[in-house]
């Protein structure tokens, strides 16, 4: 499984789009709150920037998550293709 695309929302979530078709919802304001590198993400431009190759999405050097941290800590979403 790997990323086929991340859309930044309000409040710091991620929607985080799977080549299996599915859809999760990961909240990193916890992270922002718990790990003091991730403090920069609460910067809306650079949180807005975010990028993603295969298994991992990233905004620069010191902050970054894997697929297996967003499966984990995410939220399933219901949707259809066209949404």
């Known amino acids: 499984m790997k990323l086929i695309?991340?859309?930044?929302?309000?409040?710091y979530v991620l929607r985080v789009y799977?080549?299996?078709d599915s859809v999760v919802d990961f909240d990193v304001r916890a992270?922002?709150?718990?790990?003091?590198?991730?403090k920069s993400l609460y910067d809306q431009a650079l949180f807005k920037a975010v990028k993603?190759?295969?298994?991992?999405?990233y905004?620069?050097?010191q902050c970054d998550f894997n697929l297996d941290?967003?499966?984990d800590r995410g939220h399933p979403v219901n949707h259809t293709r066209n949404q």
């Open 5 to 11: 695309n991340v859309e930044p929302k309000d409040n």
């Open 52 to 57: 993603f190759k295969n298994k991992r999405i």
């Open 59 to 61: 905004w620069n050097d």
């Open 69 to 71: 941290q967003i499966l």
């Open 31 to 38: 992270e922002l709150e718990r790990i003091p590198c991730y």
């Open 18 to 20: 799977l080549d299996d």
